[in-house]
T-cell receptor
Framework: SQQGEEDPQALSIQEGENATMNCSYKTSINNLQWYRQNSGRGLVHLILIRSNEREKHSGRLRVTLDTSKKSSSLLITASRAADTASYFC???????????FGAGTQVVVTP | GAVVSQHPSWVICKSGTSVKIECRSLDFQATTMFWYRQFPKQSLMLMAT?????????EQGVEKDKFLINHASLTLSTLTVTSAHPEDSSFYICSALRLAGVVSGLETQYFGPGTRLLVL
């Protein structure tokens, strides 16, 4: 079963704008990860944030984690057309690698 | 970087036949692999955890006799969809867990490119 919800379900922005998407989950976690999936393709790991971390950066990506609210956000700054994809959060709750994925946010970046 | 391959990338079969999908970790050993399925415009649903040398662990609602998993080596797990029916048509994705010593909760999963199954 899915761990939680993501919002928005879909996001359409222009190149250069920032894209923010949110993820909520239900149980305690060891870490939360964000993945990108281009249409009909496999998943690409973007970033992992541990449960004791609050914010993490990787290039144009910024992830926050609020364990008290059981939520996370992914910010993509200065978006590019190549960022068009579906973005999924996934939580690891049992230390053995099992991931529960959120519903995903479909991002479309227009030139 | 770590690479996981899947074969075949897509398959079309007749209803009632069995289909085998392979998942390989190409440059690392994976004692644990996971199988997911994804319906169009939906998220990934974990089907089972595949452990090398032992029986797979299936998620609730997944028929183990329908989806046979064999993790025969540290680099290969196979998923066989037995007696496939049109409702089994989906995108099947595997992932491999790359361990760096003791399990710490920080391991990264590496995903295969997926296998698209269409059952006619």
């Amino acid at each position: 079963s899915q761990q939680g919800e993501e919002d928005p379900q879909a996001l359409s922005i222009q190149e250069g704008e920032n894209a923010t998407m949110n993820c909520s989950y239900k149980t305690s976690i060891n870490n939360l990860q964000w993945y990108r999936q281009n249409s009909g393709r496999g998943l690409v790991h973007l970033i992992l944030i541990r449960s004791n971390e609050r914010e993490k950066h990787s290039g144009r990506l910024r992830v926050t984690l609020d364990t008290s609210k059981k939520s996370s956000s992914l910010l993509i700054t200065a978006s590019r057309a190549a960022d068009t994809a579906s973005y999924f959060c996934a939580t690891d709750s049992d230390s053995w690698g099992k991931l529960q994925f959120g519903a995903g946010t479909q991002v479309v970046v227009t030139p | 970087g770590a690479v996981v391959s899947q074969h075949p990338s897509w398959v079309i079969c007749k209803s009632g036949t069995s289909v085998k999908i392979e998942c390989r970790s190409l440059d690392f050993q994976a004692t644990t692999m996971f199988w997911y399925r994804q319906f169009p415009k939906q998220s990934l649903m974990l089907m089972a955890t595949s452990n090398e040398g032992s029986k797979a662990t299936y998620e609730q609602g997944v028929e183990k006799d329908k989806f046979l998993i064999n993790h025969a080596s540290l680099t290969l797990s196979t998923l066989t969809v037995t007696s496939a029916h049109p409702e089994d048509s989906s995108f099947y994705i595997c992932s491999a867990l790359r361990l760096a010593g003791v399990v710490s909760g920080l391991e990264t999963q590496y995903f295969g490119p997926g296998t698209r199954l269409l059952v006619l």
